[in-house]
């Protein structure tokens, strides 16, 4: 969970993904959509991807991709990030976060 915490610091928006999931292709565009620029990790090309994921699944995210953190903070899967989409308090939260500014 050390090194999770390390790859989200200092980070607005992180999102901990993989090539062949739709979700995260789904979860990265609705994020860029809004002019952010996440930090993306594909667990399935980078080192220790698998150590990764296990950390994340250790956390709690089942699935465990895709996963997101907004501003350090665990956001969750595709359902926690619709959800806040829907409630619209997802853009709010990128621009506290510093992700994106309107």
Known sequence: MEMVTRMVADRPVVIF?????????????????????????????????????????????????PVVFIGRQLIGGPNQVMSL??????????IRAGAIWL
């Open 85 to 94: 989409q829907v409630k619209n308090q997802l853009v709010p939260l990128l």
């Open 17 to 65: 993904s993989r090539t062949t999931c739709c979700m995260s292709h789904t979860i990265k565009t609705l994020i860029s959509g809004f002019g952010g620029n996440p930090t993306v990790y594909e667990l399935d090309e980078v080192p220790y991807g698998g150590q990764i994921e296990r950390a994340l699944q250790q956390m709690g995210c089942k699935p465990s991709v």
